[in-house]
């Protein structure tokens, strides 16, 4: 379940990059704005994250992903629910900041 739990994680981290990045190749050109897209990306992604053990209950006693192929439900019930916010979201988040710090300044170089 922890594998399953860290691929959608990666994806959604990946599609919150694309989407931004598509999104601010405008605001970069009219306002010259580089660190537009990192910011709001890492911000999005960790408010996400942060967000994500009180998504998962869909109500009393219940989860919304129960027996289904995305029930990780365990993970932030059974011992880790004080880790993911403390340990796991920032760590994620902050390997979100460096990746797109990453992309940015590859991006330089190659102009």
Same mark, same amino acid.
Request: hydrophobic fraction near 50%; aromatic fraction near 16%.
């Given at each position: ?18 989407? %931004?990045?598509?999104?601010? !190749? ?15 990306? !890492?911000?999005?992604? @960790? ?11 869909? @109500?009393? @006693? ?5 027996? !289904? ?11 880790? @629910? ?16 460096? &990746?797109? %710090? ?7 170089? &190659?102009?």
């Amino acid at each position: 379940m922890t594998a399953q739990l860290a691929l959608a994680l990666a994806a959604y981290d990946l599609a919150v990059s694309v989407g %931004v990045a598509a999104a601010s !190749t405008a605001a970069k050109k009219a306002f010259k704005m580089q660190w537009t897209s990192p910011l709001l990306t !890492t911000v999005i992604v @960790g408010s996400s994250l942060a967000y994500l053990p009180f998504w998962i209950y869909r @109500g009393y @006693g219940s989860f919304r992903f129960e027996n !289904t192929w995305a029930d990780v439900s365990c993970f932030f019930t059974e011992g880790y @629910g004080l880790s993911f916010p403390f340990v796991v979201v920032p760590v994620l988040t902050l390997a979100t900041l460096l &990746r797109e %710090v990453l992309i940015l300044r590859f991006q330089r170089h &190659r102009s």
